[in-house]
C-alpha cells in the first residue's frame, strides 16, 4: 500500500491567494482527518470524515478554510484568501473502522504539506 | 473536554541508556485510547504503541514500553536502549470512546528527545 499521499509537498503563495491541499487516504479506510501543526499549538485537528462526511469541523479556523471528499479516494483543504498565520504543516491521515493492532484502529498520516504563505 | 499533557519539552538521554517521557491525560470517558507516535526531523509521524484503558498489561512494542497507570491517568512512554535514531519529537495522544465508535485524536504538545553519543 503507497500509505496516505498528501499534495504538494510543499507550498510556497502570497497573502489573498487560494490554497488548496489534496489528500489520497489508504485505501478501505473509512475515516479521513486533516491535522495542522505549527510551534505555537502544536498539532489541531481541522476536520474529520466518516464515509465521506464531515463528522467534526469545530476545529476549523475560520470561514476561509474549507474541507470536502467528495470520494471515498479524494479530500481536498482549500484556504481562501490565505494569509501569513496559516502557514504550517498540514497533515491528511486516515484509519478503517476495524482495529488492526492489539484492537486498535490507528492513524496513519500522510508526509504532511507544508505551506507558507508570504 | 479531553486534555494530554506532556510536561517536558526536551529530553536528553545517553545512548545504550532508558528514558521515559511523560504523559498525563484528562478524560471523563471509561473507555479511551492512548497513543504515543514519533516525529523524526523529516517530519513524518510515525505510530509506536498503543494502550486501550480496559487492557489489564501495558503495553509494549519492541524497545517501547508503555506505563500505564490509569489511577493516576499517565500513560509514560518508556525507550529502553536509546538509540541514536530516536532523537525526535514525541507526540502522546488519546481518543476517546470504544474503537470503532469514531472519535477525534488530540494531541499533546510534544517532548523533543535528543540522544547523546
Known amino acids: 500500500d503507497a500509505g496516505v499521499i498528501q499534495s504538494p509537498r510543499h507550498e510556497v503563495t502570497e497573502m489573498g491567494q487560494e490554497v488548496t491541499l489534496r489528500c489520497k487516504p489508504i485505501s478501505g479506510h473509512d475515516y479521513l482527518f486533516w491535522y495542522r501543526q505549527t510551534m505555537m499549538r502544536g498539532l489541531e485537528l481541522l476536520i474529520y470524515f466518516n464515509n465521506n462526511v464531515p463528522i467534526d469541523d469545530s476545529g476549523m479556523p475560520e470561514d476561509r478554510f474549507s474541507a470536502k471528499m467528495p470520494n471515498a479516494s479524494f479530500s481536498t483543504l482549500k484556504i481562501q484568501p490565505s494569509e501569513p498565520r496559516d502557514s504550517a504543516v498540514y497533515f491528511c491521515a486516515s484509519r478503517p473502522v476495524q482495529g488492526q493492532i492489539s484492537g486498535a484502529n490507528v492513524l496513519t498520516f500522510g508526509a504532511g504539506s507544508r505551506l507558507t504563505v508570504l | 473536554a479531553q486534555k494530554i499533557t506532556q510536561t517536558q519539552p526536551g529530553m536528553f538521554v545517553q545512548e545504550k541508556e532508558a528514558v521515559t517521557l511523560d504523559c498525563t491525560y484528562d478524560?471523563?470517558?471509561?473507555?479511551?485510547?492512548l497513543f504515543w507516535y514519533k516525529q523524526p526531523s523529516s517530519g513524518e509521524m510515525i505510530f509506536l504503541i498503543y494502550?486501550?484503558?480496559?487492557?489489564?498489561q501495558n503495553a509494549t512494542e519492541g524497545r517501547y514500553s508503555l506505563n500505564f497507570q490509569k489511577a493516576r491517568k499517565s500513560a509514560n512512554l518508556v525507550i529502553s536502549a536509546s538509540q541514536l535514531g530516536d532523537s525526535a519529537m514525541y507526540f502522546c495522544a488519546m481518543r476517546e470512546g470504544q474503537n470503532n465508535q469514531g472519535g477525534k485524536l488530540i494531541f499533546g504538545q510534544g517532548t523533543e528527545l535528543s540522544v547523546k553519543p
Open positions: 494502550q486501550g484503558s480496559y487492557d489489564q
Open positions: 478524560t471523563s470517558d471509561p473507555s479511551y485510547g
